[in-house]
């Protein structure tokens, strides 16, 4: 007679799915308490239900129309930053009455590419790199060296020649202020303007 199969981890964790996946396939599906809505209950809910419809429209009509604002807008600033007439500020007017603002920012998400800032460098010049981008270094202790006594050791007598066995160097490339000026002078045309921003991507403008 065959003698049974010992159980080990894995058996056991497999048994255990096996039955889980059984007892889902036969249960079925859970029953609530219910509550009762009264007369003016049932039209809250409909004016709620509506409501959450209307305002999932609105936003997808908001994404519509502002892109085709910031479209138009980014147009206008691009063109007057070119011709040194740049305002990062602009009232949307129509007729005779201002409908609103167009506020561009100063932000913008730079690219961490080692070696896109190589190329950067060679594209802009060092000087102008140094006037539009700031380098933040950062150093972090390695982890194992909380668990390791010999490299403590190693810490407190010297660091010198073995810094590399006890730090990680992080390096963060973020833009100065007043780029979204200088991004102009900097490009000279819009071609350039859209190659560099690939590099230094702006947030999003604002229209309020």
């Not at 009264?38 to 999932?56: M, Q, R, V, Y």
């Not at 892109?67 to 009232?91: I, P, R, W």
């Not at 005779?96 to 920012?105: G, H, L, N, R, Y």
């Not at 490339?173 to 002078?185: D, N």
Request: proline share 1%.
């Amino acid at each position: 007679m065959a003698r049974a199969k010992a159980m080990d981890f894995g058996t056991m964790i497999n048994g255990a799915v096996e039955v889980s996946a059984a007892e889902s396939k036969s249960s079925k599906k859970k029953a609530y308490p219910q509550i009762v809505l009264t007369d003016k209950l049932k039209k809250d809910l409909d004016s709620f239900n509506k409501a959450k419809i209307d305002e999932k429209n609105a936003k997808a009509e908001k994404v519509r129309s502002e892109a085709s604002l910031q479209e138009h807008c980014m147009k206008v600033m691009d063109d007057q930053g070119f011709a040194g007439e740049y305002s990062g500020t602009y009232e949307l007017v129509y007729g005779d009455e201002v409908q609103a603002k167009f506020i561009a920012t100063d932000k913008f998400s730079v690219t961490q590419s080692a070696d896109d800032h190589e190329e950067i460098m060679e594209e802009l010049g060092e000087e102008v790199y140094e006037s539009v981008v700031q380098i933040e270094r950062e150093f972090v202790l390695k982890a194992d060296v909380f668990k390791n006594e010999e490299l403590q050791q190693k810490l407190v007598k010297a660091l010198g020649k073995d810094f590399g066995l006890f730090f990680d160097a992080k390096v963060a490339y973020k833009a100065k202020s007043g780029l979204k000026e200088k991004i102009y002078k900097i490009a000279g045309s819009i071609e350039n303007l859209a190659k560099i921003r690939t590099w230094f991507s702006q947030s999003k403008p604002a229209i309020r």
